[in-house]
Structures are given as C-alpha cells and as structure tokens.
C-alpha cells in the first residue's frame, strides 16, 4: 500500500515515521510522498502536488491518502478542508503502528491513525481521520466521532464520548461516562470530572473552561 500524506512538518512527518516503523514490520506499506503547498521536500520525502489545487486528483488511483492537517485552535476549518477535498473514502488508508495494542472488538474507521503504544480497549469506536498519539489510552466503549486529536499519554476512561474535532491534550486524563463537545480542547495535563462544552477549552486539575476555541 502506498500512502500519501496531506500535510506538512510535524504531525505528517510523525505518521509518515509511523509508517516507516509499519514497513519495518513486514507491513505492505511504504510512504511516498506528500501533498503541502509550501514545500518541495520533506524530511527526504517528494512533495507531489499542492493540496489546495486539489492535486491528488492526477495521482495513481493504487495511492492511498492520510489528512493530516490538524491544528488545535483551527480544527473546524481543517475539517471543512478535508470534506472541500472530496476525495472518495476508498482512497483512504487506517495505519495501526505494530507495537499498539488495538482490540480485536473496536471497530477503526477510514483515515485513522494509530501511533506507537496505544491501547484501544474493547468495543471502542474510532471515527473516521482521528489520530492517536504515543501511548494514549482508550477506555472500553468509548466513542470518538470524527477527526478527533489525542495526544500523547492522555488517557480516556471507559464509555466517554468525544464529538467532532476534538482535541485532548498531552497527559491529560478524562474519567468516565463523559462527553467532550465538538471542537473542543482539553489542555495538556487536566483532570477532566465534567462534560465539556463545544468550542470551549478546558484546564487544571480538575478542569475548567479558561477561554473559546
């Protein structure tokens, strides 16, 4: 499987590392280039278009794509980019790191992004283009929606829902049964004990709205 990344220095260059360790392993992948509108070369890999000109279209239809134009304070517009793209959802690759551990009863949607040392409990769902970052735990049956962003070592309890366009910060823990809203960040090392608000951000320990997205 050859895989293109829509993105740049930073979260791209983490998956296509990812990917490389997947290769590694005796996966059928390999990291071919990326999609930016900046550069020509990232970290030794080709750029083979813009993203803006919608020039994945001129690709081999055998690439697969991974979106990884997440920015904190900017998540509903890179989720409206990414749907602006229009690209088929067969186009898509979902990219387990060999040394994750993802239950065999959570379900992984298109686009997703496991990185090194996650736990994926079972009956977790996985929403389509979110990313999970090193050693990040997710509690059993547990839902994250769409394009959702977990950082490294943030742990999520059991049955917790997080909506579209999340963000949970690095070290941050979330005990169980609670929903974090769309487009919401939970900063990096709180404590989060209540549901959090849309397009709010939350920190401390416990947790508290401190700003708007």
């Not at 740049?8 to 997947?22: H, L």
């Not at 990313?131 to 929606?145: N, T």
């Amino acid at each position: 499987m050859k895989i293109v990344i829509i993105g740049g220095r930073g979260n791209g260059t983490v998956i296509a590392s990812t990917i490389e360790d997947c290769k590694k392993s005796g996966q059928d992948i390999e990291c071919v280039g990326f999609l930016n509108d900046f550069e020509d070369e990232i970290n030794g890999y080709p750029v083979l278009g813009g993203i803006i000109n919608m020039d994945w279209v001129k690709l081999p239809s055998e690439y697969k794509f991974v979106y990884a134009m997440s920015n904190i304070k900017q998540a509903e517009e890179r989720f409206k980019m990414l749907v602006d793209l229009n690209i088929p959802c067969s186009r898509f690759a979902t990219i387990i790191h060999p040394k994750s551990v993802v239950s065999t009863r959570a379900k992984l949607g298109i686009g997703v992004v496991v990185m090194p040392f996650v736990v994926v409990s079972p009956n977790v769902i996985i929403g389509n283009h979110s990313q999970l970052f090193a050693q990040s735990f997710i509690g059993h049956d547990s839902v994250l929606d769409e394009m959702v962003f977990v950082a490294n070592n943030a742990s999520i309890g059991g049955r917790v829902r997080i909506k579209n366009g999340a963000h949970i910060g690095s070290n941050s823990s979330i005990i169980e049964r609670l929903i974090i809203n769309e487009f919401s960040i939970v900063g990096l090392g709180s404590v989060v004990l209540k549901n959090v608000p849309s397009y709010q951000i939350v920190v401390g320990n416990p947790a508290k709205v401190i700003d708007d997205v």
